[in-house]
């Protein structure tokens, strides 16, 4: 199991844990015919696109194509697009694009992005 879908599969069982049902859609992300996010989450009250990462570095980008498949899947979907990123020994957070710093190809999330509260670790 490769560490993307580790970390599809921890994210998915502490969002269980924190009031959210959640589906987990094998095989997203880029190449797909039909774009879709990596995780739907809802707690009754919101409905969530997730696109999941994790680094073990300081930073992750996410490629702009990424970016604007989890927008166009959410915005058809009737749901608010996030990323949820672990970084090694810091734990998850969860910005949304708007949140995320540009560069030419793609968005920067960083230990310091901000993002919204989903789960007490």
Known sequence: ?????????????????????????????????NPQPDLLA??????????????????VY????????????????GCEPLFGVRFDRLGWIFPCPEDCERTEKSYKVTRKTKGVNLIEE
Do not use: H, Q, Y
């Open 1 to 33: 199991m490769g560490k993307g879908t580790r970390a599809e599969r921890e994210l998915a069982n502490l969002l269980w844990n924190n009031s959210f049902a959640v589906m987990r859609s094998p095989a997203s992300g880029s190449g797909r015919k």
């Open 42 to 59: 809802s707690d009754g009250t919101r409905v969530i696109g997730i696109e999941v990462k994790s680094t073990s570095r300081d930073k």
């Open 62 to 77: 996410i490629p702009e194509e990424e970016v604007e498949e989890l927008e166009e899947f959410c915005k058809k979907f």
